[in-house]
């Protein structure tokens, strides 16, 4: 059964960092892509960063680019996302997925909040 468990969001200041993980179980990790999802309150879930199956490649959504990045490491089976200068309206609930595996249940999202 596959499992994709988010971790490592919280309350942060503007201008704070964080480093979410995602650990993925119940499937070849090392076969897929794997993205970065967040979802707004009131907002349809959006795409943040993916990340190619060796980690070669990368992209980003043009609201985090050059403050996000997106890596990680097949032995774990565990995507990161480093999220530096961050801003308000990154304040979301976010997930990880294999975009090549739409038929998987989303796992529980971590919550970051961006506030003073």
């Known amino acids: 059964q596959v499992q994709l468990v988010e971790s490592g969001g919280g309350l942060v200041q503007p201008g704070g960092s964080l480093r979410l993980s995602c650990a993925a179980s119940g499937f070849i990790f090392s076969n897929y892509a794997m993205r970065w999802y967040r979802q707004a309150p009131g907002k349809g879930r959006e795409t943040v960063a993916t990340?190619?199956?060796?980690?070669?490649?990368?992209n980003y959504a043009d609201s985090v680019k050059g403050r996000f990045t997106i890596s990680r490491d097949n032995a774990k089976k565990t995507v990161y996302l480093q999220m530096n200068s961050l801003k308000p309206e990154d304040t979301a609930v976010y997930y990880c997925?294999?975009?090549?595996?739409?038929?998987?249940?989303w796992g529980q999202g971590t919550q970051v909040t961006v506030s003073s």
């Open positions: 990340i190619g199956s060796t980690g070669r490649d990368t």
């Open positions: 997925k294999a975009p090549g595996r739409s038929y998987d249940n």
